[in-house]
């Protein structure tokens, strides 16, 4: 009985607030009657396989993990169980995958595909495939030479390649299945985002928001490659694949926005790059992803608003018809990308069920969005914010402070934050538990200052026009590990860390939720209280994001990857002892990072002792 | 993206840039006859700031970083070259390009404009503590 209880009371948690749960001692008669109301109103933990076949877990992107073998109670006794050199120094962002007691993993450039046999002794692999990469990506990638990781489906594995290729490659025998080239090198289009695969279409999108590229997602036929649509983000509706009858945004009117909102034909050069994470609502058929800056960063080369920069946009899977879009930061002054996840949950808002997307963006502001229609239910700070008051409820738009807008005429525009870093980056993605409510979010806590000057478009260099040094923000630490309830727009709890955080987490129905830290700390937490649970060195600064899945023993196992990198690798170029021809001073915002990591590829898995 | 004016180290700066690029392995201890590239402009103040401006307006800056230091790109202020630093390779690098991402710019400048940047980088002081970082 008293196992029962346990079970009722585990399961209630999903569906009751924190502060429902406090003091709880209900008769199992009432636990019983909400959990039947709960039930019905469809809150069930979607189901648990103990794979990771997907980037972000599932199609809502929550990166909740159902395993619950590791607990508060236990996570002390986390140990390290293995470990890999990739042999490759890039930015590890991303996660491994596990299907079918294998593991995938994909570098940096020059983006190998390993696949580990976890059914045998030290997890020797099955195969590798490298990839012939052209290495003149290095030299348009803007932020590193970073891959956010692959997708798996009907026993293919899709990545991207730095270089504007997306591949499929047989699981079981590591033979390439198709190759299709999606990007254009020579005008700054790369891909580093981890696609996501919709039924039989593969979703895919280029970096390139510093090269003037025009940004656009398509969709790949996942049995050939062939391409089956484009969408782009900024220019004519023809190609933005706004429809007129179709497309319903919720605050805008009007036709060709995505033209008549940029200056002249600055959409040609807008920017808005596809870098992030994809999500989709199989309920509503949409997909969504963020789109980001505005190229170039002085906004005085594209006045307007610039949709749809800086925007989520939701489409069809079928043929990319754009349903909505929604701009979080019109007319994008500080390169705020809203290139970050967007993590789909049920809500409920002021008494009523909602169909919620959850978006932490690089603006400062985290926003509960009606997934269906684009309204603004819920929009609030979650780091320090200064360039704007606050979102007007009315309109959508943010209420911006003028003397934070930047451009070449307005000379150095001093103590902006969060700074273009982001008060979280995109390319580490927060995780959603439906036990705990909450959203887990890595922060980042520093502003900049913002002096702009007339960029020059060169095509195959970079379209810029901004200097741009960071300062700290407040209370002496530059990050912190929060955990967010998007219901009433506030910060729960969090965990202060002295670098910014870079890492993904992944929260699981244990309540433990992992992430890592720059400086190379490997961290496990009370997903309610933010209690630290375990820590471990793990040999570099971890930028990528941690996944949980079942080994063949039946076992919770945890991945994660070590590799310090990303933006990292351009601000704090003193982490890299890699080449001798290019030596480098310290970050002045911050000084002694290197101090405490180097770059290094690492694959690490943790279990319990 | 980040664009980040990195605040160099203020340490005593020499004049005299040290390559050792220059130290090849040669098969059979015999170099290679090279044709020789001179710098017209040799380390002409004019041509420093011609290179200087050349510098921003070619976005080098955007990859290499303000002043120089490394970003995206390589640091070019460090005395260290992965090509070679002495006035004829760097044109080569700028000219041709080189492999790990860095454009050609020879389709789009003159000789003079190539060998101004060249001027310009060559100009830069070389800190004379770029090996060694300390914390104590």
Redesign the interface.
Known sequence: MSDTITRLNAALEGFASPEHRVGFAASIGFVLSLILVAGAEGQEAPREDGQWTMPAKDYAATRYSGLGEITPANAARLRPVWTFSTGVLGGHEGQPLVVNNTMYVVTPYPNVLYAFDLTEEGYPLHWKYRPDVNPFALGIACCDAVNRGPAYADGKVVYNLLDGHTVAVDAITGREVWKTKIAELSIGETVTMAPLIIGDRVIVGPSGGEFGIQGWVKALDLETGRILWTGYNAGPDSQVLANPDTFRPFYDEGTELGLTTWAGDTWKLAGVPVWGWISYDPDLDLLYYGTGNAAPYNPEQRLGDNKWAASVMARRPADGALVWAYQFTPHENWDYDANAEMILADLTIEGARRRVLVHFDKNGFAYTIDRATGEVLVAEPFVEVNWARGIDPATGVPQVDSTKLTGASKGNVENICPSLEGGTSPASPASYSPRTGLFYVSTNNFCMSWEASEAAYIVGTPYIGASIPYTPGADGHLGAFIAWDAVRGRKVWEIREKYPVWSGSVVTAGDVVFYGTLDGWFRAADARSGELLYRFKVGSGVVGAPISYTGPDGKQYVAVYAGIGGDWFLVAGDVRSDDPADVRPPADFMPDLARHTSQGGILWIFALD | ?????????DSGASTSPSSD?GDRVFAGGVAPPTEILENPFDSDTDAVVVGEGLFA???CG??HG?GG???????LV?G???YGGDDGELYQSIYA?R?????AYGG?LADAAIWSIVTYVRAQPI?ES??T?S?R
């Open positions: 993206m980040v664009v980040v004016a990195c605040g160099g180290s690029a307006a070619m976005n955007e990859c303000g230091v490394g970003f995206v790109g390589p640091s460090d260290r070259w992965r390009g492999s790990r991402g860095m454009p789009i800190p770029v090996p970082e914390w």
